[in-house]
């Protein structure tokens, strides 16, 4: 919650000047990321895997996949997302979208500048939206790395407009981030996975052993928290059900990692420099043990993809990733 608790001025939200950050990270963080987004999950040595978490083939430095830019927007609010005058409850905060443009190759490790703007403002009566812009610079060189765009829905947040009609503010152009529609045939490819090895285990089992089944589901969720996106709505049972939910539920960003990495393997044969932007919107959650479908639509240099969970049959992310080429080996 906003630690201003003055009457919401949109020409004060507009003219507000976000810290900034630095973030440091190293190959041992690059590398807790991808197995926190299931890297060699389901196969220790996998040659399109193995790269993103040890110095396979003698390689120098172990690559980055490119979905780990999202932590950096995390690590650029480090007093969360308030803004003068907007006050919401953080355990009704939900994730709705996240934009990451990827100008270089991101380093195994590095110290980066982080610049934050308000890129966006909306009253939607029972909620607000609110669009934060987050550009990451190397420190030592000044070259901008990166950019992320992340969407949040504040529930219980909005009605702060002053006039009859809603407030709504943007700072970019709208095709900046087109949408785009599923296709309706076939996908290009279906890549499954699960984002728990213990996935076989079935709901039909005692109250006894259902809570020791249900924490080590959780393992996943828990191992990707020590990424930096420490929100108990995903380890805290108690705080899961004040915000809606049966249990504990898996990060936004980590169903996007999964999603992101099957493209990578499926399409780009494992390059993640082929990835030059991410667009993802997150439509229903996802609990830790079940299993995603990724399916991808090739349409030129773009892949458009949507993630379903197999046992719901409910998408529950979709969205598109564009490419500065295509592996000669598709």
Not at 125 to 146: F, H, M, P, Q, W
Not at 246 to 264: D, N, Q
């Amino acid at each position: 919650m906003s630690s201003d608790a003055s009457e919401f001025d949109p020409d004060r939200i507009k003219s507000y000047k976000f810290p900034e950050t630095t973030y440091t990270y190293s190959e041992r963080d690059v590398a807790l990321y991808a197995l926190g987004i299931g890297a060699c999950a389901r196969d220790a040595v996998d040659v399109d895997q193995l790269k993103f978490v040890y110095h396979d083939k003698g390689q120098k430095f172990i690559q980055v996949l490119p979905t780990f830019a999202a932590l950096f927007s995390l690590g650029s609010l480090p007093g969360g997302l308030g803004l003068p005058g907007l006050k919401y409850d953080p355990r009704l905060l939900l994730h709705g979208q996240q934009y990451i443009e990827l100008y270089k190759p991101l380093p195994s490790n590095a110290c980066l500048k982080n610049t934050v703007s308000l890129a966006g403002l909306h009253d939607k009566g029972k909620a607000a939206v609110l669009e934060i812009e987050t550009k990451s610079y190397d420190k030592d060189s000044g070259a901008l790395l990166c950019m992320n765009r992340t969407t949040a829905f504040l529930r219980g947040a909005g009605g702060f407009s002053k006039s009859s009609h809603p407030y709504s503010y943007s700072n970019y152009p709208k095709d900046k981030v087109p949408s785009v529609k599923t296709p309706k045939g076939q996908p290009f490819v279906v890549f499954e996975d699960c984002t728990q090895p213990s996935q076989a285990c079935s709901i039909y089992f005692t109250i006894a052993r259902m809570k020791v089944i249900v924490s080590y589901l959780l393992v996943l969720a828990l191992l990707y928290r020590l990424s930096g996106d420490y929100n108990p709505l995903h380890s805290d049972p108690t705080f899961a059900k004040v915000a809606g939910f049966t249990r504990p539920i898996l990060h936004g960003l980590c169903t996007l990692g999964f999603s992101v990495r099957a493209i990578v393997k499926c399409i780009c044969r494992g390059d993640p420099n082929l990835v030059k932007c991410i667009s993802g919107r997150f439509l229903l959650h996802v609990y830790p043990g079940e299993t995603l479908l990724t399916e991808m639509w090739l349409e030129g240099l773009r892949v458009i993809y949507q993630t379903k969970v197999k046992e719901r049959s409910r998408t529950v992310l979709s969205g598109y990733v564009d490419l500065h080429g295509l592996s000669s080996s598709l």
